[in-house]
């Protein structure tokens, strides 16, 4: 698909289980997937006690801790609210020449346009990350086990939407 503008809704997203992930991204099947990809991730990463549950990623990224710090430049961890979490949420992954602008709202804006009250986080990694070009990419979701722990109880990630929009 390339540059363009992919968003996508979601609900259910409060992870009950600390090594939960759910994720909606863009990856490279066939280069180092390292170095090909554009994640927006829920994860504690297995802390339970992390109140950041989210992240922004331009990877090549190994280890983003915390609320607000990054990994080299390439990460951006922030909180969801659980209440906001269990809703619905629109996430945007805005891909330029270049640069990448990832956002995430309260709703559902897809099919419409979210208004500024309804955003939550919004990152755009340093001119110093290189943002991957266009290649042979296709748009993923996923939702697993890190570190491959059994979980404490079930759970669903729901997708209400995807929408693609080239440049």
Do not use: N, Q
């Given at each position: 698909l390339g540059h363009?503008?992919?968003c996508f809704e979601t609900r259910n997203l409060a992870l009950p289980d600390p090594y939960m992930v759910g994720a909606?991204?863009?990856?490279?099947l066939f280069a180092a997937p390292t170095f090909q990809e554009l994640d927006i991730?829920?994860?504690r990463w297995g802390n339970a006690a992390d109140t950041c549950n989210s992240q922004y990623v331009v990877h090549p990224c190994t280890s983003c801790t915390g609320c607000g710090l990054k990994c080299l430049d390439h990460c951006q961890r922030f909180p969801v609210a659980p209440a906001d979490a269990d809703a619905?949420?629109?996430h945007?992954?805005?891909w330029e020449p270049g640069t990448v602008t990832?956002?995430?709202y309260r709703g559902r804006h897809c099919r419409g346009t979210p208004t500024p009250a309804d955003l939550l986080q919004e990152w755009t990694p340093p001119?110093?990350?290189?943002?991957p070009t266009p290649g042979l990419e296709n748009f993923r979701f996923n939702h697993w086990l890190f570190q491959a722990h059994a979980p404490v109880q079930g759970h669903c990630m729901v997708i209400t939407d995807f929408r693609f929009v080239g440049p």
């Open positions: 363009g503008t992919y909606g991204f863009l990856w490279h991730e829920y994860a619905d949420l629109t945007y992954i805005i990832f956002k995430t001119a110093s990350v290189t943002v």
